[in-house]
């Protein structure tokens, strides 16, 4: 049974791998289209692979320095910081 093959579970959403039931596990260690939560602790939850792109500009959490006064401010912060 372990030897039967499969495709991944993330097939749908664009994973591509297929191969036999015992790996599986050992490929959903690595997939990159895993959900993840935001590394800035927001609630998002996105796909690993998204997570390097999406972070830098669009997580509310993320955190940026005025380049004008030097402070440091969530994104949040930041749009109402003058």
Request: aromatic share 6%.
């Given at each position: 049974m ?21 790996h ?32 830098p ?8 320095k ?12 930041f749009e109402?910081?003058?």
């Amino acid at each position: 049974m372990l030897g039967l093959p499969i495709r991944c579970i993330h097939s749908e959403d664009g994973c591509c791998w297929s191969g036999p039931l015992r790996h599986l596990q050992r490929h959903l260690n690595t997939c990159s289209f895993n959900v993840v939560p935001c590394t800035n602790r927001c609630p998002a939850k996105l796909n690993g692979r998204d997570l390097p792109a999406l972070l830098p500009h669009n997580c509310p959490k993320r955190r940026l320095k005025c380049e004008f006064c030097g402070c440091d401010f969530s994104g949040e912060a930041f749009e109402s910081h003058e």
